[in-house]
């Protein structure tokens, strides 16, 4: 599996955090940055959502009224 470019950052003092909000199997894992990487709709869907949430949390930003 591939890794984060995160940690080039981190090396040069820069705070940064890995976040994969997806539920994935070993299978999908093992192909990820591979020519059959893949990740369902629905999934995309539900990690955008939890990325953003995390994203606004972090933040301190309030979320507008009617963002989903």
């Given at each position: 599996?591939?890794?984060?470019?995160?940690?080039?950052?981190?090396?040069k003092?820069?705070?940064?955090?890995?976040?994969?909000?997806?539920?994935?199997?070993?299978d999908?894992v093992?192909?990820?940055?591979?020519?059959?990487?893949?990740?369902?709709?629905?999934?995309?869907?539900?990690?955008?959502?939890?990325l953003f949430g995390?994203?606004?949390?972090?933040?301190?930003?309030?979320?507008?009224?009617?963002v989903?």
């Amino acid at each position: 599996p591939g890794l984060t470019d995160s940690i080039f950052l981190r090396e040069k003092g820069v705070r940064a955090y890995g976040m994969m909000p997806v539920a994935i199997s070993l299978d999908e894992v093992m192909a990820q940055h591979g020519p059959s990487e893949r990740l369902s709709r629905e999934n995309m869907r539900k990690g955008l959502k939890a990325l953003f949430g995390a994203v606004v949390e972090v933040s301190a930003v309030p979320v507008a009224a009617g963002v989903d």
